[in-house]
Every structure is written in C-alpha cells, then in structure tokens.
C-alpha cells in the first residue's frame, strides 16, 4: 500500500450501502455523464437487494462519494459482475473507484469464495479500461476480453458495443 493509498483509506470508509444512499448514488450516476442511468427507483432497489455486493465510499461526514454496484451471476456463482462505477465529480482522480473495487471485491471473495470479476465497458471509456486492468494487475490475474453486446443487439438508438472484462482467478491471498 502506497502512502496515498493509506491516506485515502483513512478518509474514507467502504462499506455496503443502505437504501438512504440510492439518491446520492442516482446523482452520481448521473453526474458522471458516462453510465447509462437507470431510475432512481432502481438505485433504491439495489441498494435494498445487492447491498451485499455493491459497495459505497463515504467521507468524513458519512456522505456517499463513490460506489460499485455488482451481483453474483446466478449461473456462475463464483463471479462478481460490476454494474455501475462512479464517483463524485469533486473526489475523481484520487483512487477512490480502485479503493471500492478492491475493497468489494475482497468482501465478496472472503464470504463467498468468489473467483472471477466481470464487467463490461464500451470501447474508449478509458478511465473504466484503466481502473479493471490495474485491478488485474494487482491481484495478479489474467484478464480476457471479448464483445458481449454488439451494437445491433440494443433497440433505443445507437449504442457502442459493450466489451466483456473477465478478470480471474482471484483469492483471499490476492488481497
């Protein structure tokens, strides 16, 4: 750990979010002008029914500054897909996503023996490339990646393809 890792984790606590953090994660999504936004309905369902693997980061006021929201895939329970990343505008660049996707992705590999993480990202989203290849990186696992969803596949308007990250194997000892 770096010094400005350790920094950051004394700024910050990660942990699991609650229903009251749904708006804050639905601005965030929002603001951040990248991710597809979903309802603000949804962000409250998810933090309700994945709170166990999604994650938020809150600073010293308790306030919501960054998530990950994830679920384990019913057909290959031993992998975590990352649905949604972001982080307030203000708090970018200081390795927050990093923070909460190391430390989501060890939670769930330490309470259900995860050993894969997949996520997808549409071509020239260049922050997201960056952020799951340093986590590959530093767990010391491969990364694969293939076209999950091509263009054609998406019926509202056009749609980059989106590209399927498969990161793995992971382990408790990787963290």
């Not at 700024?11 to 804050?24: E, F, H, M, R, Y």
């Not at 979903?38 to 938020?56: E, G, H, I, Q």
């Not at 989501?104 to 997949?118: F, I, Y």
Request: include cysteine; charged fraction near 25%.
């Amino acid at each position: 750990m770096t010094a400005a890792q350790a920094d950051l984790q004394a700024d910050l606590q990660i942990d699991s979010p609650t229903v009251a953090d749904g708006a804050a994660l639905w601005r965030m999504a929002r603001d951040s002008k990248v991710l597809d936004l979903n309802s603000s309905y949804s962000y409250l369902l998810w933090c309700r029914d994945f709170a166990a693997t999604s994650a938020v980061a809150r600073d010293e006021r308790g306030e919501a500054v960054g998530f990950v929201t994830g679920y384990v895939r019913p057909d290959r329970p031993d992998t975590l897909l990352v649905w949604q990343v972001a982080v307030d505008e203000a708090r970018r660049g200081r390795g927050i996503a990093a923070a909460l996707l190391d430390g989501l992705a060890a939670r769930v590999v330490a309470q259900r023996g995860l050993s894969a993480v997949e996520t997808t990202i549409t071509p020239g989203n260049t922050a997201s490339e960056r952020l799951f290849t340093s986590f590959a990186e530093r767990h010391g696992a491969r990364l694969e990646r293939e076209e999950l969803f091509g263009t054609a596949l998406f019926p509202d308007g056009p749609h980059e393809p989106e590209v399927l990250y498969r990161i793995g194997p992971l382990s408790a000892s990787s963290f």
